[in-house]
């Protein structure tokens, strides 16, 4: 039997738009190429909204796929930072950041690759801010919800956000963990305020404060040898011979039992809904056990939201009430929530992440359509309008030229459709063929 003839001879004849579309051909009948050339597209193109389009593909991957397409995104920003792109990476970067946490918080464990990629992905997200400093209040708050809201990562260093934080971002979580070391008593929050208050008085340069905070920590030679260095680089060199001769001693008492939480989980443990959730919130609030008790609780949720819709909805707006938008929509795509719940997310996001809630305002549209009604077919095309400006403002205007040819030439003899499109001031684009009978 004769080997395969070589076709790259003939390849390297055509055009490259015409390899283009034999590529893409192929890519729509083989996931696998798809996949690779995804990746391919999002880490040599530098496209911040290539990026965006792989993230919101990757929740839907299974492991492996997911652990490569955030490594792609990774790649991408770390290519665009080193070149000194003038692009804002910083909320790809911070999404990036949230959506790794997700994964981790769901699969519980955070000691393999994606662990790396996720101090990897705050490592990036804190140059981002660097090169483009967002608002500094907005980024203390999202530290702040991080540490002591988050389910235990990443664990941030603030020296590396300081210059993106500036003073008026230092000093608002300076404020923050003020409230919490003079309201809370033992637990994780407590713990939290009080590492958060040493790396503040470390950026700040308070040298006081450092060396009462360290000095009230039980007596080891690393404490001791890091007052030494915090005095000597104050010039405070008598001082810093003192405090290398002693150590402070600091009793923390463990935290009593707390029995409302206990009772509060069995009652969640029996019946895990959102009544039973936000009891147990506001119990393990009070106690200052409630990053611990929401992240065994979101596991159980999310184990059943793998079941089924109504399931996936309650998660949804367990999160929605946490105060969790971000969370509750990669829950909403991850476990296919309802089409109802889907649409009212798409909706609230989609002023700030267009490019996330084009799909979902597809299915819409073809739902919309298949009702076969005058109202249905005014509000599609409303919906159309809505996906327009979405494109738009996602950077992909082409890619809704091209959805519109296919669903009119797919619907062509909808008239009234077609009708309702037009009367909404949408260009029907003219390779589409004319409308032959009603229906």
Not at 116 to 144: G, M, Q, S
Not at 179 to 192: M, N
Not at 331 to 356: N, W
Request: overall charge negative; glycine content about 4%.
């Amino acid at each position: 039997m004769s080997p395969p003839s070589d076709l790259r001879p003939y390849l390297r004849t055509l055009d490259a738009e015409t390899l283009a579309d034999l590529l893409h051909a192929q890519a729509e009948r083989d996931p696998e190429l798809r996949h690779t050339l995804e990746l391919r597209a999002a880490t040599q193109s530098g496209d911040v909204s290539e990026a965006h389009r792989l993230l919101d593909t990757a929740v839907t991957d299974g492991n492996v796929e997911y652990t490569a397409k955030i490594g792609a995104v990774l790649d991408t920003l770390q290519r665009m930072l080193d070149a000194g792109s003038r692009a804002d990476l910083a909320p790809l970067a911070r999404r990036t950041v949230d959506d790794i946490s997700e994964v981790l918080e769901q699969s519980g464990d955070h000691a393999g690759d994606l662990g790396d990629r996720l101090e990897r992905a705050v490592e990036l997200y804190a140059r981002a801010c660097t090169a483009r400093p967002p608002d500094p209040e907005k980024l203390a708050d999202w530290i702040v919800e991080v540490e002591f809201d988050g389910p235990g990562w990443p664990v941030l260093d603030l020296a590396e956000f300081a210059t993106a934080l500036g003073e008026p971002g230092l000093r608002r979580i300076k404020s923050t963990v003020d409230d919490v070391l003079a309201a809370t008593g033992p637990g994780h929050r407590r713990d939290v305020a009080e590492r958060l208050r040493e790396q503040l008085a470390e950026v700040l340069g308070d040298v006081d404060e450092l060396v009462a905070i360290l000095s009230a920590k039980p007596p080891r030679v690393d404490v001791s040898l890091k007052i030494v260095r915090v005095l000597r680089a104050a010039g405070r060199h008598s001082e810093a011979i003192a405090h290398a001769a002693r150590a402070l001693t600091h009793d923390k008492k463990p935290p009593e039992p707390d029995d409302e939480t206990a009772r509060r989980r069995k009652e969640f443990d029996a019946q895990p809904d959102r009544e039973t959730y936000a009891a147990l919130r506001e119990a393990a609030t009070a106690a200052g056990k409630w990053t611990v008790q929401r992240r065994a609780a979101l596991a159980r949720l999310r184990e059943l939201a793998a079941d089924g819709v109504e399931a996936a909805d309650e998660l949804v707006h367990v999160l929605l009430e946490d105060g969790r938008p971000d969370e509750a929509w990669r829950a909403c795509v991850r476990f296919g929530a309802s089409p109802p719940l889907k649409l009212e997310l798409a909706e609230q996001r989609a002023a700030d992440h267009p490019a996330e809630t084009i799909p979902v305002f597809r299915e819409h549209v073809e739902e919309l359509i298949e009702r076969k009604d005058p109202q249905a077919y005014t509000e599609a095309a409303r919906r159309l309008k809505l996906l327009r400006t979405l494109h738009k403002r996602a950077g992909t205007p082409d890619e809704f030229t091209a959805h519109l040819a296919a669903l009119v030439e797919t619907h062509r003899r909808k008239t009234r459709l077609i009708t309702e499109i037009r009367a909404a001031r949408i260009a029907i684009p003219k390779a589409v063929t004319s409308p032959r009978a009603p229906r």
